[in-house]
């Protein structure tokens, strides 16, 4: 299609309005509500992530860091947390690109020669949109742009998620590291305990008391105890390397720890109250929810695919005499196969995300509901060997002891209920390992606050 217009006593205006036209509707650029303030968002999140990992200056830990302190230095300085946080500005970074115009403005010329000579009346400028794009409805780019809000939307909740596994992980690698130290204390004191229960078999064997077999009995004893002594001495190396790594330091850095594990209270409120939490605040969820919003905004877009594209020219000499306006619309109506099967992937996909949310519900569901009854148990287990065993042990010591010392008793019978006693440590010790990795779990499920750590 062309249009011409003679030339007027102030052609300029025509000009500039038919090239202007062309340059503005070309390379337009749409952004929706909410991209500007989720941008700044991930620009104050990253501030830590501005430098190399070799100029960030973290503060020292302590003689005897605590859980907080370590989770704190395995945000700031964790290779998977930085990761997870760029693949973010990567998603921020494609609603501009995906609301922008795929056509850009492009100047040409054509210059007529008269005798072999050119003038200003044959010499015509062209500005138009790109010839290999069309210009696109701005519904169009505008959807995409939406889409891509909501799967940037996805990738924080995916930082957030990465934040939760790191914090997880340093809790559980601590964890294993105060454990592992605290048993083999009580496996060396229960060596020490086995071996004077060793001394006096060997004197009553002597003394033809008891049969020597019962030394054999303890010899066997005595060796199982050094093999697990020896299984865990090699584990500490590893559990300090593997919680080094997590926090950014040299793994064979050494580390102290506390005597014991921490008591860990369960989280407020009952089992309702912990799966609302879940479904609401779990990253994994809340990401997967903001892909459903971005399937259903890919539905409406495959559907714009109805509406024709268009292509704009304007053309004038360069003495201003002659101006012409040109356009074309596309007929995307022949492509009606390809357009509604896009259309009908686009929903395979919503649904696939669907099942997925809801699979992933009920993933968390199961989790929460099991870890909460798991924890339950260890508590009550531990409580039920702290408040009721352990003291009635104390108390057969004592009685144990008076009845040695007034020749009524056997002589190792102290020693042997000590050894019982350690023993019950050590089970109070598995139980409490696995109560507090339980609680941490349902920490990252419940998406509690990541400075939350005892």
């Given at each position: 299609?062309?249009?011409?217009?003679?030339?007027?006593?102030?052609?300029?205006?025509?000009?500039?309005?038919?090239?202007?036209?062309?340059?503005?509707?070309?390379?337009?650029?749409?952004?929706?509500?909410?991209?500007?303030?989720?941008?700044?968002?991930?620009?104050?999140?990253?501030?830590?992530?501005?430098?190399?990992?070799?100029?960030?200056?973290?503060?020292?830990?302590?003689?005897?860091?605590?859980?907080?302190?370590?989770?704190?230095?395995?945000?700031?300085?964790?290779?998977?947390?930085?990761?997870?946080?760029?693949?973010?500005r990567a998603a921020i970074e494609a609603i501009a690109q995906r609301g922008t115009e795929t056509t850009v403005p492009a100047l040409g010329a054509t210059v007529g020669l008269k005798n072999g000579a050119a003038s200003y009346d044959s010499t015509m400028l062209q500005l138009a949109n790109m010839s290999s794009a069309p210009i696109e409805w701005p519904s169009k780019p505008l959807a995409e742009a939406r889409a891509a809000l909501q799967r940037a939307y996805a990738a924080g909740w995916q930082y957030r998620r990465a934040q939760f596994a790191v914090r997880r992980q340093t809790l559980d690698a601590w964890y294993r590291l105060v454990a592992d130290s605290a048993m083999l204390d009580l496996l060396r004191r229960d060596a020490v305990l086995l071996r004077e229960l060793d001394a006096f078999a060997r004197a009553r064997v002597e003394a033809g008391a008891v049969s020597p077999t019962a030394v054999l009995t303890i010899e066997n004893g005595l060796t199982r105890l050094r093999a697990m002594m020896a299984a865990v001495s090699a584990e500490l190396p590893a559990d300090r390397a593997a919680l080094n790594r997590i926090i950014g330091r040299p793994v064979r850095r050494p580390m102290r720890v506390p005597e014991k594990l921490p008591r860990i209270p369960l989280p407020h409120g009952g089992l309702t109250r912990m799966l609302t939490l879940a479904v609401r605040r779990n990253p994994d969820l809340a990401a997967l929810r903001r892909d459903i919003r971005a399937g259903r905004i890919d539905i409406e877009r495959a559907k714009m695919n109805y509406i024709p594209d268009f292509s704009l020219s304007a053309v004038t000499t360069l003495d201003g005499i002659t101006q012409n306006l040109g356009g074309a619309i596309m007929f995307p109506f022949v492509r009606y196969q390809a357009i509604n099967a896009s259309i009908h992937q686009n929903r395979d996909w919503l649904r696939e995300s669907e099942a997925e949310l809801r699979s992933g519900r009920l993933s968390i569901a199961a989790r929460v509901v099991a870890d909460l009854v798991i924890v339950q148990s260890d508590t009550r287990r531990i409580n039920l060997y702290e408040g009721v065993l352990l003291p009635r042990l104390q108390r057969l010591a004592a009685f144990a002891r008076t009845d040695v010392e007034q020749n009524q008793g056997a002589i190792d019978e102290p020693v042997q209920i000590e050894r019982t006693r350690v023993q019950i440590h050590e089970a109070i010790l598995g139980l409490r390992l696995d109560e507090v990795e339980r609680l941490a779990d349902m920490d990252a499920l419940l998406a509690s606050r990541l400075e939350n750590a005892n």
């Open positions: 299609m062309s249009l011409g217009f003679p030339y007027r006593n102030s052609p300029r205006w025509r000009v500039l309005l038919t090239l202007g036209l062309t340059a503005v509707t070309a390379g337009c650029t749409f952004m929706p509500r909410g991209a500007h303030t989720l941008q700044r968002q991930a620009v104050l999140a990253g501030r830590p992530f501005l430098k190399s990992p070799q100029e960030r200056h973290l503060p020292p830990l302590s003689a005897v860091p605590a859980p907080r302190e370590l989770v704190r230095r395995a945000l700031l300085n964790s290779p998977d947390v930085e990761a997870a946080y760029w693949r973010w």
